[in-house]
């Protein structure tokens, strides 16, 4: 087999991680940073939600910063640009500390070292619900960087999110790539393997921190993430 291009996920796929545990860890880390802004911890969680739904919703209209805020500000009142300087700041500081709860995977840096030997493009099609820097952020986790990739997705650069398939379809017209000729390796049989190959997309699932759905099981290609480094050498190069 060989591939144009190999789209890979982030959480749980690159960064190992129980993403329930991720996101309650980074949810307390972000309302300290934003404690001053006198938001009510629970009512800071449902208005946090309420702006994720928007961006998983978004009908292409607008990017998902846009939505996010839209959402987020109108339900809390508070200023946009006061607000998103702070966010701005804490993705690219005090997230650091959300690394603990994450695992290890010093593999991740020769995966996506082999898929660029492999195929003409390597994109990181985690799901554009943090601003760049906050990706940035993540990606070191692992020793990855924004360069490693063609593209790397944020909620500044993308109208729609997983599990749509426009999201994945929006990424190929964008990149000039044939759907059926690319591959998404992610852990998530819905997100990653359901909406990616509704997208015409190939998939491959990472099945370390494997994130099941009843409606929509994959019954294709999968592996460990050591599996998935043997599989990315026996790749053939695309020309």
């Known amino acids: 087999m060989k591939y144009q291009a190999i789209l890979f996920d982030m959480d749980g796929t690159l960064v190992p991680m129980d993403t329930n545990a991720f996101i309650k860890g980074y949810f307390k880390l972000l309302f300290c940073k934003l404690s001053k802004y006198g938001f009510d911890p629970e009512q800071f969680g449902r208005n946090m939600w309420a702006g994720v739904s928007a961006m998983v919703e978004n009908d292409g209209m607008a990017t998902n910063e846009e939505r996010f805020w839209q959402v987020f500000c109108q339900r809390t009142g508070v200023d946009k640009d006061a607000i998103n300087a702070d966010c701005l700041e804490f993705y690219g500081k005090e997230f650091q500390q959300a690394r603990q709860f994450t695992g290890e995977n010093p593999l991740a840096a020769e995966a996506v070292r082999i898929a660029r030997e492999k195929a003409k493009t390597v994109i990181l099609a985690t799901n554009p619900m943090f601003p760049m820097v906050g990706q940035q952020t993540r990606m070191g986790w692992v020793n990855l960087k924004p360069s490693d990739f063609e593209l790397v997705t944020s909620y500044e650069n993308e109208r729609f999110c997983k599990p749509n398939p426009k999201y994945y379809l929006s990424i190929c017209q964008r990149m000039g ?7 998404m390796i992610g852990n998530d049989e819905n997100e990653d393997m359901y909406a990616g190959t509704q997208a015409g997309l190939n998939g491959w699932l990472i099945t370390d921190w494997m994130i099941p759905c ?24 695309y020309p």
Do not use: V
């Not at 790539?177 to 591959?183: A, G, H, K």
């Not at 993430?225 to 053939?236: G, H, I, Q, S, V």
């Open 177 to 183: 790539l044939e759907p059926s000729q690319c591959l």
């Open 214 to 237: 009843q409606e929509h099981p994959w019954n294709g290609p999968k592996g460990s993430f050591a599996e998935t480094l043997e599989m990315l050498k026996a790749l053939e190069i």
